[in-house]
């Protein structure tokens, strides 16, 4: 098995195929290359690859991710869309674990969210998770600001000083998703 990553723009139309296919969003499955790559602009994409080259698993890192606590902007790596092509095969764990010391090793403070069922997964990745804190996370929907979908943050990489501050979020002490202006 191979680790790969790709910019955006270095993935083929085929693996924009497969991915698509991978990630199964009704709404996106009828994306062209084009658009795939406008759209996710600010990603690259983490692979776990056989001895041919075929997907066993990928990952998304959104690079255009801010989080506003107690008025402070802090921007993150997000990690997000993991699927692997045969589920219980261990795909998803190997590429978590090359993952991990990808952005331990390059110092890229990277968080990722998940729904309450999807915990024993990271547990058995050993990825840290603060539990129940996402739905502390709210994000804009129209004029109104409503509470995450997601029920855990997921501790990639992230400062002690940053961890501290997600640790923090509450019903009391929100964060708040911002766009890039």
Same mark, same amino acid.
Request: hydrophobic share 40%; charged share 30%.
């Given at each position: %098995?191979?680790?790969?990553? /790709?910019?955006?723009?270095a993935?083929t139309?085929?693996?924009?195929?497969?991915?698509?296919?991978?990630w199964?969003?009704s709404?996106w499955?009828?994306?062209?290359?084009?658009?795939?790559?406008n759209?996710?602009k600010?990603?690259?994409?983490?692979?776990?690859l056989?001895?041919?080259?075929n997907?066993l698993a990928?990952?998304r890192? *959104?690079?255009?991710?801010?989080?506003?606590?107690?008025g402070?902007?802090?921007?993150?790596?997000?990690?997000?869309?993991?699927?692997?092509?045969?589920?219980?095969?261990?795909?998803?764990?190997?590429?978590?674990?090359?993952f991990?010391?990808?952005?331990?090793l *390059?110092?890229i403070?990277?968080?990722?969210f998940?729904?309450?069922?999807l915990?024993?997964?990271y547990?058995k990745?050993?990825?840290?998770?603060?539990y129940?804190?996402?739905?502390?996370?709210?994000?804009?929907?129209?004029?109104?600001?409503?509470?995450?979908?997601?029920?855990?943050?997921?501790?990639?990489?992230?400062?002690? /000083?940053?961890?501290?501050?997600? *640790?923090q979020?509450?019903a009391?002490? *929100?964060?708040?998703? %911002?766009? /890039?202006?």
């Amino acid at each position: %098995m191979k680790y790969q990553i /790709k910019s955006t723009d270095a993935l083929t139309e085929k693996e924009i195929e497969h991915i698509l296919q991978l990630w199964d969003i009704s709404f996106w499955n009828s994306m062209k290359a084009d658009y795939f790559r406008n759209f996710f602009k600010d990603s690259e994409f983490h692979f776990l690859l056989d001895k041919d080259e075929n997907i066993l698993a990928v990952m998304r890192v *959104n690079f255009d991710f801010i989080l506003e606590i107690s008025g402070e902007k802090l921007s993150f790596a997000e990690a997000v869309g993991l699927v692997a092509t045969h589920k219980k095969k261990g795909y998803g764990t190997a590429l978590v674990q090359h993952f991990r010391e990808y952005v331990t090793l *390059n110092n890229i403070e990277t968080i990722g969210f998940c729904h309450q069922e999807l915990r024993p997964f990271y547990e058995k990745c050993s990825v840290e998770i603060l539990y129940d804190k996402a739905k502390a996370i709210k994000e804009s929907i129209g004029s109104e600001w409503v509470n995450s979908e997601d029920d855990d943050i997921l501790i990639f990489h992230v400062s002690e /000083k940053r961890k501290e501050l997600l *640790n923090q979020l509450s019903a009391q002490n *929100n964060a708040y998703l %911002m766009t /890039k202006e």
